[in-house]
């Protein structure tokens, strides 16, 4: 069965503060991995896919990679606004099911 | 362009009644997924459908079933509601039906009583 795994449950960084969520995932035949933004009350909003190890995907301050056993997305000089739950979810098999994490709970002090 | 939509919001119901949820996807997708996110857990795969016909199903009971419309819109309907059952109940639309980032809407949120 297909597993993904995020650290931390919940980070607080200060303003500026950089730091990395990290996703690891078991899966058999990986045909994705997902990284969405979620805030309270609301549905994911998609960030990146990423298909193979060794690929990297940048969006603003955000910038995510990926290995064979892990995914990391990496928040440069995070402001407020990117305060948000981060989850992480794989796709394998040959239909859309997407396995989701529990995801990072990011808060950015101003 | 119109994201995904869902209805209703809200709603609040009391063991053992029915619901339905509704969902319209981006214009151009043929797929439909949906998804039950508990307070504090990731979104747990329900079903999904492309093409009006069932692609995939989770591991919920049969209590749950859901149908596309020709239209390419979808209800989830749930009978003899439990307290377990109350969640956000996310809709997903892509364009694929084996593969592709999910686009998803606000959700309806279910309080079971």
């Known amino acids: 069965e297909d597993q993904v795994t995020q650290s931390p449950e919940a980070l607080r960084l200060q303003e500026g503060e950089s730091s990395s969520l990290n996703c690891s995932y078991t899966v058999s035949g990986l045909r994705g991995l997902f990284w969405y933004r979620q805030d309270p009350g609301k549905g994911p909003e998609f960030l990146f896919t990423l298909y193979s190890a060794g690929e990297e995907k940048e969006k603003e301050r955000l910038k995510a990679t990926l290995t064979k056993k892990e995914s990391f997305l990496h928040i440069t000089a995070p402001k407020p606004e990117d305060s948000a739950t981060y989850l992480c979810?794989?796709?394998?098999?040959?239909?859309?099911?997407?396995?989701f994490g529990t995801g990072t709970k990011l808060q950015v002090i101003p | 362009d119109a994201g995904v939509t869902q209805s209703p919001t809200h709603l609040i119901k009391t063991r053992g009644q029915q619901v339905t949820l509704r969902c319209s996807p981006i214009?151009?997708?043929?797929?439909v997924s949906w998804y039950q996110q508990v307070l504090g857990q990731g979104p747990q795969f329900i079903f999904q459908?492309?093409?009006?016909?069932?692609?995939g199903r989770g591991n919920f009971p049969d209590r749950f079933s859901a149908r596309q419309f020709p239209n390419y819109s979808s209800e989830l309907n749930v009978n003899a509601l439990l307290l377990g059952d109350s969640a956000l109940y996310l809709c997903a639309s892509s364009q694929g039906g084996i593969f592709g980032e999910l686009f998803f809407g606000e959700g309806s949120r279910l309080t079971v009583l």
């Open positions: 459908y492309y093409e009006k016909e069932e692609r």
């Open positions: 979810a794989v796709q394998a098999g040959g239909y859309q099911k997407v396995t």
């Open positions: 214009s151009g997708h043929k797929s």
